[in-house]
């Protein structure tokens, strides 16, 4: 297809107002075409808690108008004749947060996290939306049809696995990924996950998937428990309605991974139940205040509070490749994109069981 016979639209955000349901249907300009790009023909987005917080303006006041969406799937339609990757048109590729890093702007050197293979920490990481990117263009996400970005973090998906399983891993699934193996994850380990919305059930998937002895899900109330039993917790935890829940792991449990999305969250619970020099590391990103953390709990165990943000390349391939090995069959309900306000609206209420993937068309067949 000619770069000329197809159209970009999307969802558009205007204001705030696009958090209560207000995206509008539009045409837009993609950011100008370098022979660094790649153009995608998007059939599935997922939706991530992460497009509602910056729909509201929650962290930073975006940009407006801006489109949302970083769980990307689609079909490559056009490939610049420098673009990194590899790609050709056909593939079926995924794209996720990260867009680009000082490997993509010539003449510059190699930045020290880059060079570790960790790009999602280069001083000059670009994300999908809403950027800007490098040549200072704004970054639209994947609510609507199209979407061109350097083809450096543009991934094949493996065969085998289902593309809207695929656009859900993009973030929510490589946002546990990797901090689950960087913090020793597996054989002989009692991990817990807080929250069980996209990204925590990911987390209870991909804990068992790696070879954890148990996974505990720690949820706020009792509902979710037969579902995260499902999922292949070993345990359940309901915080609002279990009286002294945290008392049945106290000191067991050598990692936490917390993908609550508020800072009200009962942290020093979480922390009773780590085992000295055990880890909680914190992903959720609230927009409602900071964390009180008490330290004396901290200290009299020697516990680590770490943080992690999405995933490198490699990272995001491995696990692609573990999914796709492993059979891991995340829980994605399947929204089309016409739908788009009204999936916002109902992932602020909790409703995803437990990733909204937004359908442009019906999926491949593989
Ligand atoms: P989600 O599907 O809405 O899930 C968030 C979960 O947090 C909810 O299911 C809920 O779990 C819990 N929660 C929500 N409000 C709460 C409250 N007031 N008090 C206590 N718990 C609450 O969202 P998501 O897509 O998984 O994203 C979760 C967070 O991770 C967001 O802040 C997002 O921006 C952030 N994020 C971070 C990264 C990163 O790289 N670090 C990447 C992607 C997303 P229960 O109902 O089970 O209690
Ligand atoms: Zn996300």
């Not at 958090?19 to 023909?41: A, C, L, N, Q, Y």
């Not at 925590?200 to 109330?221: C, E, F, P, Q, T």
């Not at 067991?252 to 979480?270: F, N, Q, W």
Request: proline share 5%.
């Amino acid at each position: 297809m000619s770069p000329q016979n197809y159209k970009f639209e999307g969802w558009l955000a205007h204001d705030t107002s696009a958090v209560e349901g207000k995206m509008t249907w539009g045409e837009f300009e993609p950011k100008r075409w370098e022979e660094s790009d790649i153009d995608i023909k998007i059939t599935h987005c997922g939706m991530c808690g992460s497009d509602v917080h910056t729909l509201r303006s929650g962290w930073y006041p975006a940009p407006y108008p801006i489109i949302v969406g970083h769980e990307i799937v689609g079909e490559v339609v056009r490939v610049g004749s420098k673009a990194a990757g590899s790609h050709k048109i056909g593939d079926r590729v995924g794209v996720g947060c990260l867009t680009d890093c000082c490997m993509g702007i010539a003449g510059v050197p190699i930045c020290e996290a880059c060079e570790s293979g960790e790009e999602q920490f280069c001083p000059k990481a670009r994300w999908t939306y809403p950027g800007p990117h490098h040549n200072g263009d704004k970054g639209y996400g994947g609510y609507a049809t199209y979407h061109r970005c350097p083809g450096r973090f543009v991934f094949k998906i493996p065969d085998g696995l289902e593309s809207k399983q695929a656009a859900t891993m993009m973030c929510a699934g490589i946002t546990m990924y990797s901090p689950l193996k960087r913090f020793g994850c597996g054989p002989g380990k009692l991990v817990g996950i807080v929250g069980l919305g996209g990204l925590g059930h990911y987390g209870v998937l991909l804990a068992k998937a790696m070879g954890a002895d148990k996974v505990v899900a720690i949820s706020r109330k009792a509902s979710k428990r037969d579902e995260a039993l499902k999922l292949g917790a070993g345990d359940y935890l309901a915080t609002d309605d279990d009286v002294g829940w945290y008392k049945k792991y106290y000191n067991k449990l050598d990692l936490i991974v917390s993908t609550v999305a508020s800072s009200k969250a009962p942290i020093k619970g979480y922390l009773a139940m780590l085992k000295r020099h055990g880890t909680l590391v914190q992903v959720g990103n609230p927009d409602d205040g900071q964390f009180a953390l008490p330290q004396s709990t901290l200290i009299m165990k020697s516990l680590n509070f770490a943080g992690s943000s999405i995933g490198s390349a490699a990272e995001i391939r491995e696990m692609l490749q573990l999914a796709a090995d492993k059979k891991i069959k995340a829980w994605v309900e399947e929204r089309p994109m016409h739908e788009a306000n009204q999936a916002v609206l109902d992932l602020e209420e909790g409703k995803p069981r437990y990733r909204y993937c937004l359908m442009n068309q019906v999926a491949p067949k593989l």
